[in-house]
C-alpha cells in the first residue's frame, strides 16, 4: 500500500485547522443563523456549537492518535464499530463535504464577481485543486499565507467596529449613531438549535487536522495539541465578531445581509473600506476550498484503500505524494455541482451529514480506554458530543434534514448491495 509522507509539525497542522474553519462562519454562516435563533438566541447558539465542536475535537484528537493515518472517522469507526459505521462516516463526510465545497466556490464567486459568479467558482476550484496536486506541503504554505491576510481583514472589521461605538454617542433610540442594538426577540429553544447546527458548519474544519493523519509528524503528540489549538482560536475570534455584528447591525439586518461584515464597515461611515472586505472574505473561503478538497480528496483514498469505492483512487503520486486521482474526481464532482448550487441549501445539506459522521466519531472514542495522564473527563465529553450531534442534526431545517437522511440512506443501500456481492463472489 503506498503511505504518504509526514511533513506537517505543530504550527502547519494548526494553520491547516485555521484555514479550514476561518471563512465558513464569519463570512457565510452567521446571516442564516442568525434569522434562526434571533439576536438573543445568537450567541448561545455559538457556544453551544462551540461546545459540540470541542467534545467532537477531543474525540478526533484522541482517535487520531491511535489510528494516525488518512481517513479519520472513516477508518475510527471501521476499526472501533465496525466496516458499516466505517463506510457510513466516509459516505457521510465525501458528500457533504461535497457540498460544503461547492457552497465556497460559490461564495468566492459571489465575492468577487456576482455577476459571474459559477465562473469564478469554477475557476477556484481549478486553481486549489492545482495547489493542492503539488503536495501537501504546497498546501500547507498556501494556507499559511491565505490565513494571515483573513486574520488581518478580521482585525480590520474588529477595529472598525469598536471605533465605531467609541466614537458615537448612545442616543435615547438605542443606538450608536446609525448602529441599531435591539435584540430581535428570540426564536426559543428550537430556534437556538437550529441555529447551533447551522454554525457547527463553521467549526467542522478542525477535522482536517485529522484526516491528514498520514502526513503528520509524531502524529500522538501533534494532533491532540493542534486540534484543540486551533478550535479554541477559531471560537474566540467568532464571538468577537459575533458580538460586533449583532452590535452594529442589529439582528434584523444581520439575518438579512449577504455580506455582514463588509455591512459593518459600511455602518459606521467607512464604505471604502467594504472592497478590502470583500476581497478577504474570497481570501477566507479560498483557504477553506484549499483545505476542504485536500481533506475529502484523503478520504476517498481511505475508502478506496479497502475498496469502498473504485481502488484506481488509491493511486498516490510518485513525484508530488498526494492522491492525485481522489483530488481530480472531487474537483470535477464539485465543479458540476456548482453549476446547480445553492449556499444556505448547502450548508444545512452539509451541516446534517457531518454532524452524522461525527456522532460516529464520538461513538467509536467511548470504546477507547482511558488515556494516562489526562485531566478532561474524555469519555463524558464523548457522550456529550454524541448526543449534541443527534440533537442539533435533528433540530435543522426540515428540507436539510430529509436530504443529509436520504443521501446516507442512499449509502447504506450501495453498502448493503456492495456486501452482498462481495459475498456471493466469495470476496473477490
Not at 503511505?3 to 464569519?26: E, H, N, Y
Not at 458528500?95 to 467558482?121: D, E, F, H, N, Q
Request: glycine residues 14%; aromatic residues 6%; proline residues 4%.
Amino acid at each position: 500500500m503506498e503511505q504518504l509522507v509526514r511533513r506537517l509539525g505543530v504550527t502547519d497542522a494548526v494553520v491547516i485547522g485555521l484555514g479550514a474553519m476561518l471563512g465558513a462562519g464569519v463570512f457565510v454562516v452567521f446571516a442564516p443563523a442568525a434569522a434562526a435563533a434571533g439576536g438573543n438566541g445568537l450567541l448561545l447558539a455559538l457556544a453551544l456549537a462551540g461546545l459540540v465542536a470541542f467534545c467532537n475535537a477531543t474525540s478526533s484528537a484522541r482517535l487520531a492518535a491511535h489510528y494516525p493515518e488518512s481517513g479519520g472517522t472513516y477508518v475510527y469507526g471501521r476499526e472501533r464499530l465496525g466496516p458499516f459505521a466505517g463506510f457510513l462516516a466516509g459516505w457521510g463526510f465525501v458528500v457533504g463535504k461535497t457540498a460544503s465545497c461547492a457552497a465556497m466556490a460559490l461564495t468566492v464567486g459571489a465575492y468577487l464577481w456576482p455577476g459571474r459568479a459559477r465562473l469564478v467558482a469554477v475557476v477556484a476550484i481549478a486553481a486549489v485543486t492545482a495547489v493542492n496536486l503539488r503536495g501537501v506541503g504546497k498546501t500547507a504554505q498556501a494556507t499559511k499565507a491565505l490565513v494571515g491576510v483573513v486574520l488581518g481583514v478580521l482585525s480590520l472589521v474588529v477595529v472598525v467596529g469598536l471605533a465605531g461605538f467609541a466614537s458615537e454617542r448612545i442616543g435615547d433610540s438605542g443606538s450608536v449613531g446609525g448602529v441599531v442594538f435591539s435584540d430581535g426577540g428570540g426564536a426559543g429553544i428550537h430556534g437556538v438549535l437550529t441555529a447551533a447546527g447551522l454554525l457547527f458548519f463553521a467549526f467542522a474544519g478542525y477535522a482536517r487536522i485529522a484526516t491528514l493523519g498520514e502526513e503528520v509528524r509524531e502524529p500522538e503528540r501533534t494532533i491532540p495539541r493542534a486540534v484543540p489549538l486551533a478550535l479554541g482560536v477559531v471560537l474566540a475570534i467568532y464571538l468577537v465578531l459575533a458580538v460586533i455584528t449583532l452590535g452594529v447591525l442589529g439582528p434584523d439586518r444581520l439575518a438579512a445581509s449577504a455580506a455582514p461584515l463588509a455591512d459593518v464597515v459600511t455602518t459606521v461611515g467607512l464604505p471604502g473600506l467594504a472592497w478590502v472586505v470583500r476581497a478577504g472574505a474570497a481570501v477566507a473561503v479560498t483557504g477553506v476550498l484549499l483545505s476542504l478538497l485536500a481533506g475529502v480528496g484523503r478520504t476517498l483514498l481511505a475508502m478506496a484503500r479497502r475498496r469502498d469505492v473504485p481502488a484506481g483512487l488509491a493511486t498516490v503520486h510518485r513525484a508530488h505524494q498526494v492522491p492525485y486521482r481522489a483530488e481530480l474526481v472531487v474537483a470535477v464532482v464539485v465543479a458540476a455541482v456548482v453549476l446547480v448550487g445553492d449556499v444556505r441549501g448547502a450548508i444545512g445539506f452539509s451541516s446534517c451529514t457531518v454532524l452524522v459522521y461525527y456522532a460516529i466519531t464520538n461513538a467509536s472514542a467511548l470504546t477507547l480506554g482511558r488515556d494516562p495522564g489526562r485531566r478532561l473527563p474524555v469519555r463524558l465529553l464523548a457522550v456529550l458530543g454524541l448526543a449534541g450531534c443527534v440533537t442539533l442534526a435533528v433540530s435543522l431545517p426540515l428540507a436539510s434534514v430529509a436530504a443529509g437522511f436520504g443521501v446516507l440512506a442512499v449509502g447504506a443501500g450501495w453498502y448493503a448491495l456492495r456486501r452482498r456481492y462481495i459475498d456471493r463472489s466469495g470476496g473477490r
